[in-house]
T-cell receptor, first 111, second 111 residues
């Protein structure tokens, strides 16, 4: 079946550095992509999204890049802070009612 | 504005017991979802309700039933709990084309 996956299950960065979390997707029909942040004991929280007609979208300290040629999605977090420590996962949607979620990458921020 | 509210937050059951997980949303979204989240895996869809009055099976529906009580509420029932159903359960609501909004989960242990 089609799935969303991640290259790295764990990422450790120094406070103040930039973080990059990667995601591969396999469904070429997907046209909407979302990044979520999940803190311990909490539900997934929306961070940023991007539609397939865009290559890049920026938010506050976060940027999502979409490379449709290689079916790759990345989340960049600028000036990573201890509060950014969490599990991050990507999700894809083909415009219908179902969204496919990746397993996640755990981000550790070292002070 | 509470968003998506799930009750209870924690529950321990014995094998064979039944229980209902409750979910309510106040965002006037048409669609609601139940997922389970297991270690090292992405969210897996159990059931969803695209609109009030409809429900459909997701990826892992066996052992579960759902009721879309009204536009706000969507409940998940375990008729005869099994240890394999030990998991964290998340409810989400959705407006098409937008990211899903999640509750903070119900942590369910079945002994």
């Amino acid at each position: 079946g089609e799935s969303v996956g991640l290259h790295l299950p764990t990422l450790s960065v120094q406070e103040g550095d930039n973080s990059i979390i990667n995601c591969a997707y396999s469904n070429s029909a997907s046209d909407y992509f979302i990044w979520y942040k999940q803190e311990s004991g909490k539900g997934p929280q929306f961070i940023i999204d991007i539609r397939s007609n865009m290559d890049k979208r920026q938010g506050q300290r976060v940027t999502v890049l979409l490379n449709k040629t290689v079916k790759h999605l990345s989340l960049q977090i600028a000036a990573t802070q201890p509060g950014d420590s969490a599990v991050y996962f990507c999700a894809e949607n083909t415009g219908g009612f179902k969204t496919i979620f990746g397993a996640g990458t755990r981000l550790f921020v070292k002070a | 504005n509470a968003g998506v509210t799930q009750t209870p937050k924690f529950q321990v059951l014995k094998t064979g017991q039944s229980m209902t997980l409750q979910c309510a949303q106040d965002m006037n979204h048409n669609s609601m979802y139940w997922y389970r989240q297991d270690p090292g895996m992405g969210l897996r869809l159990i059931y969803y309700s695209a609109s009030e009055g409809t429900t459909d099976k997701g990826e892992v529906p066996n052992g579960y039933n759902v009721s879309r009580l009204n536009k706000r509420e969507f409940s998940l029932r375990l008729e005869s709990a099994a240890p394999s159903q030990t998991s964290v359960y998340f409810c989400a609501s959705y407006y098409q084309g937008q990211p899903q909004h999640f509750g903070d989960g119900t942590r369910l242990s079945i002994l």
